[in-house]
């Protein structure tokens, strides 16, 4: 508990576990007791991760690499916050895989702590899409100067909790982890309030979420402006202080800024040094001082340098709930009027990504216009263990069989439709293999 902290609403509680998301695997191999479906998933899972992994050295310095690709042919790339993912999923089939792809993913970057959204381990980003890549030049470049969620402390902890055999694992990049906290408060959150700021949509991952609309208008990810939204911020060398001073499309993300948080714990817990904490907390208490809406209780983005709240409500508005730290009754509401609310977030199969009555909700397959409704692992992956913990189990087991359930008909694809169940675009993707941490 902070001491400066005032009790009510802004209270930020120790979690009495120490606020893990998820244990460790008991054992590696199938969850104890699983049935036919759930070996079936299992198996699918391995050899979905087995089939993407790739390993080499990178021909301009001779680097090592070691990661998940996401989904060949579409995704062949190593994205930050799929490969923090993959190392949770392959903890549970190959410990080994799972420090390597976190150690590659520490490498993809600059020793200065910056570690980018996406890296092209196997050759330069290439001409056909260059223009489009956030990239410091148009051609050549090794890897994005954009950010992806900053999740790679919080998976560092998960797999170290995962290899008791190797137990110098979880303090062999201490001080690289630091640095790359630290990269981001000092560039990402100009106005010093803990919340970490995004300068580009698909920084938060989520590329196409129609909480961007109003912010990016024809600049938005894959509109043909994105052109211009890279090519300035390539003009200005990336430098992020520059450009959320120039320009007003930059916002304070609440998925990105939980995915800090989590990250900011798990750093404390490894460290046993009480500072990262209080990191933790000030991020914890900026969510929900200033982006928790008191009307509808969701979490909302701030966009420009006045924090105007945009009032789209995506599963971002609900990823506070992985925070065990926020007042339970915040996160209760979060759950009864969002999560479990069939005109909102309740379907047969997953958690949409886009509330049901959001006039932009789409549940289909869009090739251009992703995070626009459909259901994700990810999503499930990070709301499901809160949900479990606050106390509805039946429901948990609900939102993880309905998954389960469209992943045995139809595979480990990339997302899928939340009523219908049907698999949607690409096959046999790394993260949906996080499912079997829901089983
Ligand atoms: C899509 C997703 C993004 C993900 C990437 C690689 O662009 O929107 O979140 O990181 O694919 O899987």
């Known amino acids: 508990m902070l001491d400066d902290a005032p009790p009510s609403r802004t209270t930020i509680s120790s979690p009495p576990d120490g606020g893990r998301h998820v244990g460790p695997p008991a054992q590696l191999g199938p969850p104890p007791g699983a049935g036919d479906r759930d070996r079936r998933l299992y198996v699918a899972a391995e050899s979905a991760l087995r089939a993407n992994w790739r390993q080499g050295r990178r021909r301009r310095d001779g680097t090592p690499y070691a990661f998940t690709c996401p989904a060949p042919p579409r995704y062949r790339h190593m994205w930050h916050w799929d490969s923090c993912f993959h190392a949770i999923a392959w903890r549970r089939f190959d410990p080994a895989r799972a420090r390597a792809e976190l150690r590659t993913v520490l490498r993809s970057g600059r020793d200065d702590g910056f570690l980018p959204h996406t890296a092209f381990w196997h050759w330069p980003a290439g001409w056909r899409r260059a223009p489009f890549y956030a990239t410091g030049k148009v051609l050549g470049s090794w890897f994005t100067e954009t950010i992806n969620p900053p999740l790679l402390p919080f998976a560092w902890e998960l797999v170290a909790d995962a290899s008791p055999d190797h137990p110098g694992f979880r303090d062999e990049a201490l001080g690289a982890l ?245 698999g949607l675009a690409s096959k046999n993707f790394g993260w949906s293999t996080l499912l079997l941490d829901l089983l």
């Not at 024809?218 to 001073?245: A, K, N, P, Q, V």
């Not at 309740?346 to 949409?352: C, Q, R, S, W, Y």
């Not at 216009?369 to 039946?394: F, H, I, K, Q």
């Open 178 to 422: 630091g640095a790359h906290l630290d990269w981001m408060a000092h560039h990402r959150d100009p106005d010093g309030d803990g919340l970490l700021t995004i300068v580009a949509p698909d920084e938060s991952g989520l590329d196409d979420a129609p909480k961007y609309d109003a912010v990016y208008g024809r600049m938005s990810h894959d509109r043909l402006g994105y052109f211009w939204l890279m090519e300035r911020s390539r003009r200005l060398g990336w430098h992020s202080h520059t450009i959320i001073e120039r320009y007003d499309h930059h916002v304070e993300d609440v998925l990105v800024n939980v995915a800090y948080a989590l990250s900011l714990r798990a750093q404390g817990r490894m460290t046993g040094d009480p500072v990262w904490a209080d990191r933790a907390a000030r991020t914890e208490r900026a969510l929900l001082e200033k982006c928790l809406d008191p009307g509808t209780g969701l979490f909302l983005d701030l966009h420009g340098p006045d924090e105007e709240p945009v009032r789209v409500s995506t599963w971002s508005a609900l990823a506070p709930l992985a925070l065990e730290t926020l007042p339970e009754d915040v996160r209760r509401r979060l759950v009864e009027e969002h999560l479990l609310d069939p005109r909102r977030y309740h379907a047969a199969h997953g958690i949409p990504s886009v509330a049901v009555e959001e006039p932009e909700f789409n549940p289909g397959f869009d090739r251009w216009r992703t995070w626009r409704g459909p259901s994700w692992v990810n999503t499930a992956w990070m709301l499901v263990p809160p949900l479990r913990r606050l106390g509805y189990e039946a429901e948990a087991a609900r939102i993880a069989d309905g998954l389960a359930f469209a992943a045995d008909r139809h595979g480990l694809r990339e997302y899928y439709h939340p009523f219908t169940g049907q």
